[in-house]
T-cell receptor
Framework: QKEVEQDPGPLSVPEGAIVSLNCTYS??????FMWYRQYSRKGPELLMY????GNKEDGRFTAQVDKSSKYISLFIRDSQPSDSATYLC???????????FGGGTRLMVKP | EAGVTQSPTHLIKTRGQQATLRCSPI?????VYWYQQALGLGLQFLLW???????NRGNFPPRFSGRQFPNDSSELNVNALELEDSALYLC????????????FGSGTQLSVL
C-alpha cells in the first residue's frame, strides 16, 4: 500500500462545476499538506499549503485537512477550462524534509 | 524574481551512457531537491542538497548522484543509463518560513534509447 493514495482519474466536469479532489494517507506523522497543479510537460506549481488540520481558502480554491481521518481535499469553485491539469497532493512530517506525493488526479474541465 | 531553471530541456542518450542535468534554484534558496517523474509512477524523491551537503537520499541506486555548488546550483548525474531511467527529472528549491514549500522547475525530459 502506498503512503499517499490519490485517484488518478481522469475527472471530467463541465465549466462552472465545483470540483472535489482528495487524498488519503497512512502516516499519522504528516503535518504539512500541499496541493500542486501540473500542466502537461511542466513542473508542478504550488497551489495551496496548510499546516495540521483545518481549512484554507484562496480565491476559487479551498483546501481541507482532516487528520483524524487522514484525509485531505481540494475544492475548486467555478471551474474553468484553464484548470485542466493534473493535481498532486503532497505532504511531509517535518518542515524542510522531502515531500511524499500522491500519484496525481487528472482533471478536465470542458467548456 | 526568476524561478527555478533547469537545463537541458530535453536529453537523449543511449544505454550505458552518462547524463548530467543542471538546476539553478530561486535566488536565496539554499535547499535543492531532485525528483524523478516516470510515466505512471508519480514523483519519486531522489536527492536533497542543502548548503553543499547531501542531506537525504531516496531509494535509488548509487549510479544516481549529484552535487551542489557554492552558488547553490546543483547537478544530477546518472551513470550507466538504463532504459527505465527515461523520465522527467524535476528540480525544486525550498522556500517559506521553514523551507516547507517546494518550487519546481520545468524539468529535463531524459530519454534513454
Amino acid at each position: 500500500q502506498k503512503e499517499v493514495e490519490q485517484d488518478p482519474g481522469p475527472l471530467s466536469v463541465p465549466e462552472g462545476a465545483i470540483v472535489s479532489l482528495n487524498c488519503t494517507y497512512s502516516n499519522s506523522a504528516f503535518q504539512y499538506f500541499m496541493w500542486y497543479r501540473q500542466y502537461s510537460r511542466k513542473g508542478p506549481e504550488l497551489l495551496m499549503y496548510t499546516y495540521s488540520s483545518g481549512n484554507k481558502e484562496d480565491g476559487r480554491f479551498t483546501a481541507q485537512v482532516d487528520k483524524s481521518s487522514k484525509y485531505i481535499s481540494l475544492f475548486i469553485r467555478d471551474s474553468q477550462p484553464s484548470d485542466s491539469a493534473t493535481y498532486l497532493c503532497a505532504m511531509t512530517n517535518n518542515a524542510g524534509n522531502m515531500l511524499t506525493f500522491g500519484g496525481g488526479t487528472r482533471l478536465m474541465v470542458k467548456p | 524574481e526568476a524561478g527555478v531553471t533547469q537545463s537541458p530541456t530535453h536529453l537523449i542518450k543511449t544505454r550505458g551512457q552518462q547524463a548530467t542535468l543542471r538546476c539553478s534554484p530561486i535566488s536565496g534558496h539554499t535547499s535543492v531537491y531532485w525528483y524523478q517523474q516516470a510515466l505512471g509512477l508519480g514523483l519519486q524523491f531522489l536527492l536533497w542538497y542543502d548548503e553543499g551537503e547531501e542531506r537525504n537520499r531516496g531509494n535509488f541506486p548509487p549510479r544516481f548522484s549529484g552535487r551542489q555548488f557554492p552558488n547553490d546550483s546543483s547537478e544530477l548525474n546518472v551513470n550507466a543509463l538504463e532504459l527505465e531511467d527515461s523520465a522527467l527529472y524535476l528540480c525544486a528549491s525550498a522556500g517559506g518560513t521553514f523551507n516547507e514549500k517546494l518550487f519546481f522547475g520545468s524539468g529535463t525530459q531524459l530519454s534513454v534509447l
